[in-house]
């Protein structure tokens, strides 16, 4: 079975962080990540004006 | 065991469980249970004891509870009525059994939060601040209750304690993370849990098991002494089976807390005194787009009760909601991936399987994007603001469909398979995701109960609790007593 691309970046990031990922986890992994980053670009694509500031410290 | 409808002539809808009673105070609802120990008809160790009885019928069925605290119960309650009978004020909660999600710090339990790690952290030393404020009116903690690990969760099952069940159909889901709290409360076993709510996990379990949650401003509430979970959306707040209990206990936990670094320090408003105003000069639009898209029949039937009821024609687009929800949904598993990161690390093999594969993928998350969801944040509060200038109220389903099976993992909607866990919460979460104010009011559909979100603009709990109240006495809304035990 051909790799997927997340494949290389999960490795990559989990050797980074030091988080251990079984074999029997990785399709799980790699799905919700491509589920986190499906979503996260369609924050992404959205267009923010330059000054607006992030909502880190926030008041309802 | 069959239920039977009871109901008085003082109330407008039967609000109360029938359990098989044995107690009176099995059917009384928390301002009821005040009064009565108040005014020394009742004892409050009787009610405790009543309590207790009921956890220990029912709860092999609802697996609600996690802990007993049945010895400081009986502690709390003797205290009570000493008070009572020495002429002193016994408190607004006097005598009213709570319980609270498990990731409320109880002293001399360990907080799990729904985890195993978590259990072998010490016991803690004091209680959550909103346990003291409860009380410090008069209720009495009788336990901790069950929730999804680490509160990552819309379903109410837990892989280390087993699912907290529905108690209008054990067969079904509670929803979660606050599913014991649901399960507790929908069964009759106390009148009043506590629960958190990071992207609707007070207000999806009101939703299945058919009873009032109220999910604050955020920041209102102290979360002093509660295991967080994404601290950027995290919210505490009640459970009830009537308005007027959540306002009671709403009202008993307000206040500023610097032990919480988020809650407010605007002062103690309390709502108790204005439920019953009249709400016929406050604007009510329904939500639109995204919250009338991915709706079952029963959502779209209870959305339209509730509005027929307020007279409600008119409805709102509320702008980049999806795109609210998905930001929400980074900024969760991003937040729950910091907090954990060192468990992921040294104890992978004790989380639930399903969290610890979200929370790495979660850690995978480029910065940037995150950025983006924090700015993107800020861009919808100011446009939910604006909106809030022209209406006081709007209305939205609080769910999708009413509690699937246990165990499910998927249903069909207009033909397509969807997963049921992400889209449980497509609703609750581009509300919390600005911290707005909601009141979730119960439908009493057949034969599943569903909810509806009453939502009002920041720090106008007041307005959404006065909707609430109102659709409570029209009829439209009310707890139903539990079927399924």
Redesign the interface.
């Known amino acids: 079975m051909a790799a997927d691309p997340l494949d290389d970046y999960i490795d990559a990031v989990a050797k980074a962080l030091a988080i251990p990922i079984e074999d029997a986890w990785r399709p799980a992994v790699r799905a919700n990540l491509d589920v986190s980053l499906r979503l996260a670009r369609m924050v992404d694509e959205f267009p923010l004006p330059d000054d607006i500031e992030p909502a880190s410290v926030f008041a309802a | 065991m069959n239920s039977r409808c009871l109901t008085t002539s003082s109330r407008p809808v039967s609000s109360q469980p029938d359990i098989g009673m044995s107690h009176p105070s099995d059917a009384l609802l928390a301002t009821e249970i005040a009064r009565a120990v108040a005014s020394g008809k009742m004892s409050a160790l009787d009610v405790t004891e009543a309590a207790l009885a009921r956890i220990r019928e029912h709860d092999t069925i609802l697996n609600s509870f996690t802990d007993v605290t049945a010895d400081r119960a009986r502690g709390k309650a003797g205290a009570i009525d000493a008070a009572v009978a020495a002429g002193r004020d016994a408190g607004p909660l006097a005598g009213v059994p709570f319980a609270v999600k498990n990731l409320f710090d109880v002293a001399g339990l360990s907080t799990r939060a729904g985890s195993k790690i978590n259990r072998d952290r010490p016991p803690a030393a004091r209680d959550a601040a909103l346990i003291e404020r409860m009380e410090a009116a008069g209720a009495v903690l009788i336990g901790a209750l069950n929730m999804g690990e680490y509160a990552y969760d819309f379903t109410g099952e837990n892989v280390h304690d087993g699912p907290s069940r529905n108690p209008h159909d054990p067969t079904r889901m509670t929803g979660g993370s606050s599913g014991g709290s649901g399960s507790a409360v929908g069964g009759g076993l106390v009148p009043i849990a506590l629960g958190s709510d990071t992207n609707g996990s007070i207000r999806v379990p009101s939703s299945f098991c058919g009873i009032f949650g109220l999910k604050p401003?955020?920041?209102?509430l102290s979360r002093a002494r509660s295991f967080p979970f994404v601290a950027?959306l995290d919210h505490l707040g009640p459970f009830a089976r009537s308005v007027a209990d959540l306002a009671l206990s709403y009202d008993a936990m307000q206040g500023p807390d610097a032990d919480d670094a988020?809650c407010t320090t605007r002062p103690v408003e309390p709502v108790t005194p204005h439920l019953a105003r009249d709400i016929g000069g406050l604007r009510v639009a329904l939500a639109g787009g995204h919250f009338q898209n991915n709706v079952f029949p029963e959502a779209v039937e209870a959305v339209a009760r509730v509005a027929k009821a307020l007279s409600v024609t008119h409805t709102i687009e509320i702008p980049?909601a999806?795109?609210a929800r998905?930001?929400a949904?980074?900024i969760t598993?991003t937040e729950g991936a910091s907090l954990h990161?060192d468990r992921?690390?040294k104890r992978?093999d004790d989380f639930d399987?399903?969290v610890?594969?979200?929370l790495?993928?979660?850690?995978?998350?480029?910065a940037p994007?995150?950025?983006?969801?924090?700015?993107?944040?800020?861009?919808y509060?100011v446009q939910m603001l604006e909106i809030f200038k022209s209406v006081d109220v709007l209305i939205a389903p609080a769910t999708p469909c009413v509690a699937p099976k246990l165990g499910q993992t998927t249903f069909v909607l207009d033909g397509v398979e969807l997963p049921v866990r992400?889209n449980i919460g497509i609703h609750t979460q581009p509300i919390s995701f600005?911290?707005?104010p909601v009141v979730a009011v119960p439908v009493p559909l057949e034969p599943m109960p569903i909810g509806v979100q009453i939502i009002a603009a920041?720090?106008r709990e007041d307005i959404a609790l006065r909707v609430a109240y109102a659709l409570e006495r029209m009829g439209v809304v009310a707890a139903p007593p539990p079927r399924g035990l």
Do not use: H
């Open positions: 401003t955020y920041g209102r950027s988020a980049e999806m795109r998905a930001a949904y980074v598993t990161l992921l690390r992978p399987p399903a610890r594969d979200r790495i993928a979660g850690a995978m998350i480029p994007l995150i950025d983006r969801a924090q700015k993107f944040r800020r861009w509060r992400a600005i911290g707005l920041p720090w």
